[in-house]
Nanobody, 115 residues
Framework: QVQLVESGGGLVQAGGSLRLSCAAS????????MGWYRQAPGKQRELVAA???????NYADSVKGRFTISRDNAKNTVYLQMNSLKPDDTAVYYC?????????WGQGTQVTVSS
């Protein structure tokens, strides 16, 4: 099972940008689904963005046009570029990898957007 480590979170002002990284312990080339989720205090974890081995992507309506997910198979890393951040984007962001055999999660990285 792959191990995932997120990084890149932090404190940013509204309107700013951050890029999150999810580094995998081994190849992500054949991992069917890789996604970014987030969980704000008192709320359920929600899917923010996802990418598949076929190259397709999908986004939550709340982040469309502002966030971009990408994967670099050579570096075993998935990125989430977040632009035009809003206070409502404040949450812990988690990376998820899904294959037919398992679903793996990272430990999360905190993103805080101040108004």
């Amino acid at each position: 099972q792959v191990q995932l480590v997120e990084s890149g979170g932090g404190l940013v002002q509204a309107g700013g940008s951050l890029r999150l990284s999810c580094a995998a312990s081994n190849s992500i080339f054949s991992i069917n689904f890789m996604g970014w989720y987030r969980q704000a205090p008192g709320k359920q974890r929600e899917l923010v963005a996802a990418t598949t081995t076929g190259g397709s992507t999908n986004y939550a309506d709340s982040v469309k046009g502002r966030f971009t997910i990408s994967r670099d198979n050579a570096k075993n890393t998935v990125y989430l570029q977040m632009n035009s951040l809003k206070p409502d984007d404040t949450a812990v962001y988690y990376c998820n990898a899904v294959t037919i055999k398992y679903s793996a999660w990272g430990q999360g990285t905190q993103v805080t957007v101040s108004s």
